[in-house]
């Protein structure tokens, strides 16, 4: 009798004990994902007037643990047509990366209703294809002051230029600048090179993605009223004007992901396809309905890496 009573209580400790350490473990495991996930909210909203006069808005995020007096890499990401900045934060999903790697995250905002054209993405950065229309350096010169601002402000190292769609628009028209503060470049879903625009410039390490079942920016190219030509011509073009030899090597990722690279190259050239992807940020936490998003790769991830190639 007393050995059974022994036993039950045994029974009872060791279940009581177990369900202790299942709580803890509970706690710890929600602890540690809440550490890895950050506050997408965790921004500075700041205005910035620049020579036009007129108040412009962008995000500033520091890394976590940044101290006054700290230097830092400065990484742009500039949102997309009919975009926000709080939307690219979100979007492109960088701030762990940023908390990880210690460097400072801007997303400016395009700002900016063009009336004049009749089409829905009349809300853009103010660059590439539609220069001819337009004031051409709307977009650009505050880009440029924002960067000088931001250097008489913190300790900065180098500045890197990436974004969705017409925010890849305007990270290649800072690339093809003759004179850019910028030291690589990463567009997503959307790049550009024209020889009257471009040829001035010194090489640019480019980094792209394109997804070949992409419907706003197909991979083919389009006509009227962008006139892009396909993805391929675009990044050969970019890989003559870095001095790449004249064909790339193709590796497969993944089922669904191949890699394309030019050598002897003076700046990296090089872009992932994603077969079967939409118009979406690969490993991006947000899709579009009917936009397939592959998480084989972490655009972001490869992003930076690229960037620390040229410190």
């Not at 950050?38 to 808005?57: Q, W």
């Not at 931001?150 to 093809?176: K, V």
Request: proline share 6%.
């Amino acid at each position: 009798m007393v050995l059974l009573r022994s036993r039950k209580i045994f029974e009872l400790r060791l279940l009581i004990m177990l369900r202790v350490v299942v709580m803890v473990s509970v706690l710890f495991m929600g602890q540690l994902a809440s550490s890895q996930t950050p506050d997408l909210t965790d921004y500075e909203t700041r205005a910035f007037v620049g020579s036009a006069g007129i108040e412009r808005k962008y995000l500033l995020r520091l890394p976590v643990g940044f101290l006054a007096g700290d230097c830092a890499n400065v990484v742009f990401d500039f949102h997309g047509a009919t975009g926000t900045a709080e939307g690219e934060f979100r979007y492109s999903n960088f701030p762990l990366i940023a908390d990880r790697e210690g460097f400072v995250l801007v997303h400016p905002d395009a700002n900016k209703h063009y009336v004049d054209q009749d089409h829905p993405l009349a809300t853009y950065w103010n660059s590439a294809w539609e220069a001819v229309k337009r004031e051409r350096d709307y977009d650009v010169n505050f880009i440029l002051e924002l960067v000088a601002s931001l250097q008489d402000e913190f300790c900065t190292q180098q500045f890197y230029a990436t974004g969705m769609s017409a925010g890849g628009d305007i990270s290649s028209a800072l690339a093809c600048l003759a004179d850019t503060p910028f030291a690589a470049f990463a567009p997503v879903s959307y790049r550009y090179y024209y020889t009257e625009e471009c040829a001035d410039a010194g090489p640019r390490p480019m980094l792209s993605f394109q997804g070949d079942a992409d419907r706003i920016v197909p991979i083919e190219g389009s006509g009227t009223p962008w006139f892009d030509p396909p993805m391929q011509e675009i990044m050969a073009r970019w890989a003559r004007h870095n001095g790449c030899a004249s064909e790339p090597t193709q590796s497969r990722v993944s089922t669904e992901v191949l890699h394309y690279t030019w050598s002897g190259c003076t700046a990296a050239t090089e872009w992932y396809l994603i077969e079967g992807g939409g118009h979406t940020w690969p490993g991006g936490p947000i899709s579009r309905p009917g936009s397939h998003v592959t998480q084989d790769i972490s655009a972001s991830e490869l992003i930076w890496t690229f960037f620390q190639r040229y410190p």
